[in-house]
């Protein structure tokens, strides 16, 4: 089993920065089976989306359109830490951010691909 604990959230201005942590555990096994880590948002009333994720052997990523050129997701394999650093926030933002990982290659942005979810940590921007 992997477990995802994802840090980070809090209240900004529009225009403002903040830099979301996910810490992996669990069984080594499986945190090396691992092909890739993301992170979705949820707003309410909304469906989830997509935001990021990285491929875990290399520097692959893959990103939403609405967010290019604006949020950058890294990763420290040693220390099983994956980030996502999101600056020029916006109010359309504002969403439960979460960390998934995935066993399956491709990397792509669809949820259903992802088995392990953290709890999720909350990010609002004001305008």
């Known amino acids: 089993q992997v477990q995802l604990v994802e840090s980070g959230g809090g209240s900004v201005q529009a225009g403002g920065s903040l830099r979301l942590s996910c810490a992996a555990s669990?069984?080594?096994?499986?945190?090396?089976?691992?092909?890739?880590v993301g992170w979705f948002r949820q707003a309410p009333g909304k469906e989830r989306e997509g935001v990021a994720t990285i491929y875990s052997g290399g520097e692959r990523t893959v990103y939403a359109d609405s967010v290019k050129g604006r949020f950058t997701i890294s990763q420290d394999n040693a220390k099983n830490m994956r980030y996502l650093q999101m600056n020029s926030l916006k109010p359309e933002d504002t969403a439960m951010y979460y960390c998934a990982a995935s066993y399956m290659p491709g990397c792509s942005l669809v949820g259903g691909e992802y088995k392990h979810w953290g709890q999720g940590t909350q990010v609002t921007v004001s305008s």
């Open positions: 669990g069984v080594t096994y499986h945190l090396n089976a691992l092909y890739c």
